[in-house]
């Protein structure tokens, strides 16, 4: 096709496709644990995808009573069309996400593949956990109901606890003095802006390094 030539002519994306397609896999790793990987790409795709969908209805305002966050939610589960399956897919495959992740973590822990000259991106995976606990962190608190208010005050006083630092994690979290928009803001800001392009950035190296030293063989 033209447009592929005309792509190859100045990008190798021919090859780039070929090499991510028709790369061997070894026999070793038929086995049905080597796939909780892939299940965990599959499951951040899925949050990124649903994620946009939400952020076009969403409004992350704190303010009034009841507040717009959470009257966006509620127009996003009751009049936004197929909005509660959208809302669905991203809360259950977030907490699903988890699970896969500890799994998958375990799995390399326990073959092995952790060790040298993979210790990088064993390091790039546990950085990729806390970045997924704090993408759980941070969207818990945007519907704004209840739970989730108070959930996450009880989040930032244990965060408050910790020695030296506790004041001003605090403070940073909150984005004043109490809970309340401005935390709402700083929560959201992390959620769909900082947090997820972070995460792709890490996906990137975590995909660059596996190509690099292959898959491992268990121990």
């Not at 002519?9 to 991510?20: G, L, N, Q, Y």
């Not at 969908?53 to 409004?59: A, I």
């Amino acid at each position: 096709m033209a447009v592929v030539d005309w792509l190859d002519d100045r990008f190798p994306f021919t090859k780039s496709v070929d090499e991510a397609l028709y790369q061997r896999v070894p026999n070793f790793a038929n086995a049905f644990y080597y796939c909780f990987g892939g299940m965990v790409f599959i499951l951040i795709v899925f949050q990124l995808l649903t994620g946009v969908f939400l952020s076009f209805y969403y409004v992350p305002d704190a303010a009034g009573n009841p507040a717009a966050a959470y009257t966006s939610v509620k127009s996003i589960m009751d009049q936004v069309y197929l909005g509660w399956l959208i809302r669905g897919v991203h809360f259950w495959s977030s907490s699903l996400l988890i699970i896969m992740v500890t799994l998958h973590m375990a799995r390399v822990f326990w073959t092995g593949s952790y060790r040298a000259p993979r210790e990088l991106n064993w390091m790039v995976g546990v950085t990729m956990l806390l970045v997924i606990l704090g993408l759980s962190l941070t969207g818990y608190l945007l519907p704004w109901d209840t739970k989730a208010y108070w959930a996450t005050s009880v989040t930032i006083k244990v965060g408050a606890g910790v020695p030296l630092l506790g004041t001003f994690i605090k403070e940073l979290a909150q984005g004043g003095p109490t809970l309340g928009p401005n935390t709402l803001q700083r929560f959201f800001t992390l959620h769909v802006f900082i947090l997820p392009g972070l995460i792709v950035l890490l996906m990137y190296i975590h995909f660059r390094l596996i190509r690099q030293h292959g898959i491992s063989e268990p121990l």
